[in-house]
């Protein structure tokens, strides 16, 4: 272990990491390269458009715009929607025919409903045997089953399909489709400061909140006054548990039967168990929770120091953006591999038709849900990869800043030290993040498997109790395992973030470390996902409640309602938020390792915690200083 002035520093340097899980970042790049081999195979016999492009019913099917004889007939106007059946038309209706024609002019038909009944009379006999629900002795014919005909109605193009539209709201009394039309206007009006509110602003109030918990005595307000609360919560309803209950008690004649009495009073005195044992732990985890404050505190200024750190998260989102065009675009090759299969419905009109239309069927025999499969597994190992660069990116250049003397920090460290960062992961870590990645991904691929196989189980099957109970402790299982996976990656990215060691060693390490640290990791995570929470509900509030003030005061004439985009402002904001307080985590966990880490390793005394976090420990006890021979040993596993 190197020292600097006599302190020693756990962060390992450049030139002194190794490639470590170099093997995985290699399968990783195979399973890429052998999905890329199965969409260039695919593309050979698959054909997109037989997936998107909408197709003529007749035999074989012609695809609207592309096949020979409708190139020029791009869109498709549905005849029946309940078999997917429609023709290829040069454009949608712009005017609605009266609903009680008989005009065939006024109707889409199929071609053999157009043959049979060439002239009016056949047609409008048609229309009433067919499409009215008429009758003729011995027979009756049902207007789902035999109308292969489509009123002209107002319709709009979406995805080259006709869709029926009503442009005329009723202004008295509004119905679903209309309040939809006038949401979707706002929307539409209101998009700039939609966008800018949710994520502009956010992003500001979100910078403010994480100002805020820098410093220190607000912090300790914040993160004190929500724990003390949630006491002062309990305590209350308590009290009023007991008033209530004699109330009860006190009726004459009695309204609330005894057991109901019981039931009360039995959830009185659980609220009073719970209140004293939160009472408890507050005084016996008050020292870990004003240290977790400490590491919340030093999040926050590297935050601060280092503010181009919040924009990681759109980086991967960049990132699986442009993984996810090539893999939609194979993955598309890889389902057309199939055929129409031709289906024929019998209409007993005068005279007899038989109308065709087709239904898609994928091709077994060549494989083609194994080849989705594998798709979708490595859809889950790429995402999960992608995710976790960020995070040991985060836990390195968090460390350095760490591990940078306090009196330095505003000087030496600044938003270059990301790509610094970006660097030294790419270099020698991403074999690491590809096997931390795997592991997840096929717990995921597992919880997928099982929630298909239940799916497709037959319904009489399904519904047996015991089956459901089966299934769902499989799920309950198989979510513990991902969520005890996902915790235990996330501190091991740190682990080689800070001392550059592979996968399952950091992993041990981190065991490691929970085991002596307990007290201190329970503090943590209450502390830093309280003050995180909070964080949440502090931005959103904010840029929810402004963007509705400033939209009431400048578009107020422009909107039906304010409403509909202010709640889409709430959920942007949410999310802004969760993603701005998702890097402050991963520098809050990354910070506590690093001062067990600075703890062991000099003494007890953490030398990089600045003098707020080193009075804290002194006036609280440090740790016993280990004999030198122990000093590596101990700082390795601590960390």
């Known amino acids: 272990m190197k020292k600097v002035d006599g302190v020693a520093v756990v962060l390992k340097d450049y030139e002194e990491r190794r490639t470590t899980d170099s093997l995985y970042l290699l399968i990783l790049i195979a399973t890429w390269v052998a999905m890329t081999i199965l969409g260039i195979i695919a593309s050979k016999d698959g054909d997109i458009n037989r997936l998107i492009a ?22 498709l106007q549905y005849i029946k929607l309940s078999y997917g059946y429609g023709i290829c038309v040069e454009e949608c209706p712009k005017v609605s025919a009266s609903l009680t024609s008989q005009v065939i002019a006024d109707y889409q038909c199929a071609p053999e409903v157009t043959a049979a009944a060439a002239s009016p009379s056949a047609f409008a006999t048609y229309l009433d045997l067919n499409c009215n629900g008429a009758t003729l002795p011995g027979y009756s014919y049902s207007s789902e089953t035999y109308c292969f005909c489509a009123l002209n109605q107002v319709s709009a193009p979406y995805f080259q399909r006709c869709v029926q539209t009503d442009m005329t709201p009723n202004s008295e009394n509004p119905n679903a489709k209309d309040i939809m039309k006038m949401f979707m206007a706002d929307v539409i009006t209101a998009r700039a400061v939609i966008f800018g509110f949710g994520f502009g602003m956010a992003l500001i109030f979100a910078f403010l909140y994480t100002y805020l918990m820098s410093i220190n005595c607000l912090a300790w307000m914040i993160v004190w006054g929500c724990v003390s609360g949630v006491l002062v919560l309990g305590v209350a309803i308590v009290w009023f548990g007991q008033e209530k209950l004699k109330e009860w008690k006190a009726e004459d004649p009695l309204v609330h039967t005894v057991s109901q009495q019981q039931g009360l009073e039995i959830f009185n005195y659980g609220f009073m168990a719970f209140c004293i044992i939160w009472f408890l732990l507050m005084i016996w985890f008050c020292s870990a929770i004003n240290m977790a404050i400490k590491c919340v505190c030093m999040g926050a200024k590297a935050l601060e120091e280092m503010p181009l750190m919040i924009f990681i998260p759109i980086f991967q989102i960049t990132g699986f953006i442009l993984f996810m065009i090539p893999w939609v675009y194979f993955c598309m090759f890889i389902a057309s591999d199939g055929q129409f299969k031709n289906h024929v419905v019998d209409v007993l009109s005068t005279p007899p038709m038989e109308i065709n239309y087709q239904s898609w069927e994928v091709d077994h025999e060549n494989k083609t849900g194994m080849k989705i499969g594998f798709m979708f597994f490595v859809l889950l190992w790429t995402m999960n990869f992608i995710a976790n660069i960020g995070s040991i990116v985060i836990a390195h250049a968090v460390a350095t800043w760490y591990f940078t003397k306090p009196a330095e920090r505003a000087e030496a460290i600044s938003n270059s030290q990301l790509w610094a960062s970006y660097k030294l992961v790419f270099r020698f870590h991403l074999g690491t993040v590809a096997f931390g990645s795997l592991l997840i991904a096929i717990i995921q691929y597992v919880r997928a498997v099982a929630l298909y196989i239940q799916k497709h189980t037959s319904k009489e099957f399904r519904d047996k109790q015991w089956v459901k109970i089966v299934f769902c402790c499989i799920n ?50 209450v502390t830093s996902q309280g003050a995180l929470f909070i964080g949440k509900i502090f931005v959103t509030v904010l840029a929810t409640g402004t963007s509705y003030i400033f939209i009431n005061d400048y578009f107020t004439a422009d909107l039906y309602e304010p409403v509909g985009p202010t709640i889409l402002i709430a959920i942007i904001s949410w999310m ?64």
């Open 476 to 525: 309950c299982c198989l979510w513990c395992l991902e969520t005890c996976l996902k915790f235990i990656s996330k501190n091991a990215y740190i682990q080689t973030a800070i001392a550059g060691t592979p996968f399952c060693r950091s992993a041990a390490n981190v065991f490691s470390l929970i085991a002596n640290n307990m007290m201190r990791i329970g503090a943590i995570l």
């Open 54 to 75: 909408p197709y003529n019913n007749q035999n074989p099917p012609l695809f609207c715009g592309y096949s020979d004889g409708v190139e020029d007939k791009p869109f």
């Open 576 to 639: 802004t938020a969760t993603m701005f307080m998702d890097v402050l985590d991963m520098a809050i966990s990354t910070i506590f390792q690093c001062f067990i880490a600075d703890e062991t390793s000099n003494g007890g005394v953490p030398a990089f915690a600045g003098d707020e976090l080193k009075g804290f420990v002194d006036t609280h006890g440090a740790m016993e200083a280990p004999a030198d021979g122990e000093a590596v040993e101990l700082a390795s596993n601590a960390k």
